[in-house]
Structure formats: structure tokens, C-alpha cells
T-cell receptor, first 116, second 114 residues
């Protein structure tokens, strides 16, 4: 049973380019969460999605960042016009149900974005 | 909104020493509590979780944590650490009835000297 798959593992973008980060949840998991880990900091919640729905995006920057979880295919975190401050590790997690129903998260290995 | 504090940012221990990592949260309601571990270059793995019941929770690899509601704490303990426990440890809180996000502490980097 494959875990949460994220790709690419490492992504280098020049300032102004777009970054697309992909996350395939564990089989049977319909809840996806994106977190960002800045250097020397903990993980910060960004967005929580279910299939075709954004449930909570309270942690997403208002501009340049968007996320989707289509009916088919992986969840995508998209960062437009990247800046150096976007350099971070981006982690995806999934769960079979909401955390409040006794499910914990399973994390992916993360995508390390470097903006040069 | 809830917040999580891990007061020890870096801890250095010798093998066989006992470990206790502090975690305090601020939220007045009912919470679910987690400890995750991140080994160098790897993803976060769940060590243990508390939802209800016995406040002393046993996890993997000999770790345990105790939920003390009156102190808003969920400290992680291990009686005898090994070199392979070198990693970063994150405490996380989910406030029930307040959404499905986990709020993480800033992490504690543990180095165990052989």
C-alpha cells in the first residue's frame, strides 16, 4: 500500500516562474492537507482539501498560491511568480477522514522548493 | 486560534540518557494531540497520538507521552535514548470542533551522541 507520494522531491525555479507541486494521497484517503516548513521553523498549515472541494484555505497566502484536488489525479499546489521567500519544504498529508474522527495524518516526503 | 510551544529547540544527550521534550498548547477546549518525528532527510512519521482515555500514551520505538490537561501539556518521554533517535520532534494539536488542521510546534532537534 503506497504511502503519500509527492513529486518532485526537489524543485528549482527562477524568480518569476511558476512552481507546481503534486501530491497523491494514500489509497482510500480522500482528505488532503498541505503544509509549508520554512528553514528553522515548524510546519505551517496552508490548505485542506477533499475531492473537488477546498475545505479550509485559511493558511494560504492571498496571492500567487492556489490548490486543487480534482476528481481524478493528484492534488496540486501551484505557486505563481515565485519569490525567494517561497523557498521551503512543502509537505502533503492525507487521511481517510477528518482528524476529528480519530484519524491522524500520513505525510509524504515533501517537495523542497528552491527559488534562485 | 490554538498555538503550540516547544520550549527546547535543541537537545543534546548521550546514549542511554533519559529524554523529556516539552510541549504546551493554548486552547481551552477539547484537543487531539500528536507527536511526530522527522529523521534527517525523511518525511514526518507519527510517533503517538492522544484522542481520549488514558492520558499516558504509548507510542512506537519506546516513546510515550502524558497528557496533563490542567497544565495544557503533552510532554514526550523515553527512558533510554539511542543514537538512532537523532531527529527532529514535532508536537501538534488539533482542536476538536475547530477544523481539521493540525497546529505544529516549532520542533525540537535532538542529537544523541554515541
Amino acid at each position: 500500500n503506497a504511502g503519500v507520494m509527492q513529486n518532485p522531491r526537489h524543485l528549482v525555479r527562477r524568480r518569476g516562474q511558476e512552481a507546481r507541486l503534486r501530491c497523491s494521497p494514500m489509497k482510500g484517503h480522500s482528505h488532503v492537507y498541505w503544509y509549508r516548513q520554512l528553514p528553522e521553523e515548524g510546519l505551517k498549515f496552508m490548505v485542506y482539501l477533499q475531492k473537488e472541494n477546498i475545505i479550509d484555505e485559511s493558511g494560504m497566502p492571498k496571492e500567487r498560491f492556489s490548490a486543487e484536488f480534482p476528481k481524478e489525479g493528484p492534488s496540486i499546489l501551484r505557486i505563481q511568480q515565485v519569490v525567494r521567500g517561497d523557498s521551503a519544504a512543502y509537505f502533503c498529508a492525507s487521511s481517510p477522514g477528518p482528524v476529528s474522527r480519530l484519524y491522524g495524518y500520513t505525510f509524504g516526503s515533501g517537495t523542497r522548493l528552491t527559488v534562485v | 486560534a490554538q498555538s503550540v510551544s516547544q520550549h527546547n529547540h535543541h537537545v543534546i544527550l548521550s546514549e542511554a540518557a533519559s529524554l523529556e521534550l516539552g510541549c504546551n498548547y493554548s486552547y481551552g477546549g477539547t484537543v487531539n494531540l500528536f507527536w511526530y518525528v522527522q529523521y534527517p532527510g525523511q518525511h514526518l512519521q507519527l510517533l503517538l497520538k492522544y484522542f481520549s482515555g488514558d492520558p499516558l500514551v504509548k507510542g512506537i520505538k519506546g516513546f510515550e507521552a502524558e497528557f496533563i490537561k490542567s497544565k495544557f501539556s503533552f510532554n514526550l518521554r523515553k527512558p533510554s535514548v539511542q543514537w538512532s533517535d537523532t531527529a527532529e520532534y514535532f508536537c501538534a494539536v488539533n482542536a476538536k470542533n475547530a477544523g481539521n488542521m493540525l497546529t505544529f510546534g516549532g520542533g525540537t532537534r535532538l542529537m544523541v551522541k554515541p
